[in-house]
């Protein structure tokens, strides 16, 4: 079964940057969409309705971003590793949460396979 494992999360001050990556078990190949959400603090982690997208990645190329992330956050992958990654900058204090990663199989109307997540504080 595909595992996504999150990796990169930290306490950074605010303006600072991390660089989260999410690591696939097995190859996927184009036949999927991606994307990283995020849960913020008081919400109920193991709610996946809860959760907030942030930035999608298709599977044919083109990305999506939240409003509040736009011009600071960047998605990308890297088929050949199997691994999805979400660079932010600017970060601010209400960027702090719980980042996952999550994948659907192109055709499938909700994000099926969700890793554990990364926590991201943002405070001074």
């Known amino acids: 079964q595909l595992q996504l494992v999150e990796s990169g999360g930290g306490a950074v001050q605010p303006g600072g940057s991390l660089k989260l990556s999410c690591a696939a078990s097995e190859s996927t190949g184009s036949d999927y969409h991606m994307a990283w959400f995020r849960q913020v603090p008081g919400k109920e982690r193991g709610d996946i309705a809860e959760r907030e997208g942030v930035a999608t990645i298709d599977a044919d190329g083109p990305t999506t971003y939240a409003d509040v992330v736009k011009g600071r956050f960047t998605i990308s992958e890297d088929n050949a590793k199997n691994s999805l990654y979400l660079e932010m900058n600017s970060l601010k204090p209400e960027d702090t949460a719980v980042y996952y990663c999550?994948?659907?199989?192109?055709?499938?109307?909700?994000?099926?396979?969700w890793g554990r997540g990364t926590q991201v504080t943002v405070s001074s």
């Open positions: 999550a994948k659907k199989p192109v055709g499938w109307a909700d994000f099926g396979y």
